[in-house]
């Protein structure tokens, strides 16, 4: 895989992840696979369980839930293909900082300031390194607006992270029902 800087969207359960590692196969070559996951219950640490399972063995793993692209920036150097697993969890992270310190009353500038720190981030490192990279994230502005004035802000913060994302990006797909859609 020539250097290639790939997005992945859908709604869960579209089969982002299984494409994101199909492709990073098919490249060949050393894989990082970047987890933004943060393992707060017992369900969410099985889940991260069955996920690190299913990868191959020979790949690298970096958990990372803030100042990702910091992170990959240092380990990318070492591998082909960067997979950046996901940008809806990284967005989520922030999200909770900022309620651990403010509770339900979010100030909506600074939350999307550092979340387009963070993706600011990843696109510098992406541009800046030889590697490939694919990055996952979910499409959440296609449901019912959310009743909750955080869970909109969180809705809008990542849409517009996602675009960000979009036109950064060589390729992006659009995943439906584990079929990838070429929209870019």
């Not at 992945?8 to 492709?23: H, P, Q, T, V």
């Not at 191959?56 to 591998?79: D, F, N, Y």
């Not at 809806?88 to 909506?108: I, P």
Request: charged share 25%; proline share 2%; aromatic share 4%.
């Amino acid at each position: 895989m020539c250097h290639r800087t790939i997005l992945l969207i859908g709604g869960a359960r579209s089969g982002k992840s299984n494409f994101a590692e199909e492709l990073a196969k098919q490249a060949g070559g050393d894989v990082l696979f970047v987890a933004t996951a943060e393992a707060g219950d017992d369900e969410m640490r099985r889940r991260i369980e069955v996920h690190k399972k299913s990868r191959p063995s020979h790949w690298h793993t970096l958990e990372a839930t803030r100042g990702v692209g910091t992170h990959i920036q240092g380990e990318s150097r070492k591998h082909s293909v960067v997979i950046l697993d996901c940008i809806t969890l990284l967005v989520t992270n922030v999200l909770c900082q900022h309620m651990a310190v403010s509770g339900e009353d979010l100030d909506e500038n600074s939350f999307e300031c550092d979340v387009r720190a963070e993706v600011n981030s990843v696109i510098e490192v992406m541009n800046k390194e030889s590697a490939s990279f694919i990055i996952v994230t979910n499409e959440v502005g296609e449901g019912i607006i959310p009743i909750g004035a955080a869970t909109r802000m969180y809705r809008d913060v990542l849409g517009r992270a996602n675009q960000m994302l979009a036109h950064a990006c060589d390729e992006v797909y659009l995943m439906v029902a584990g079929i990838p859609l070429k929209v870019k």
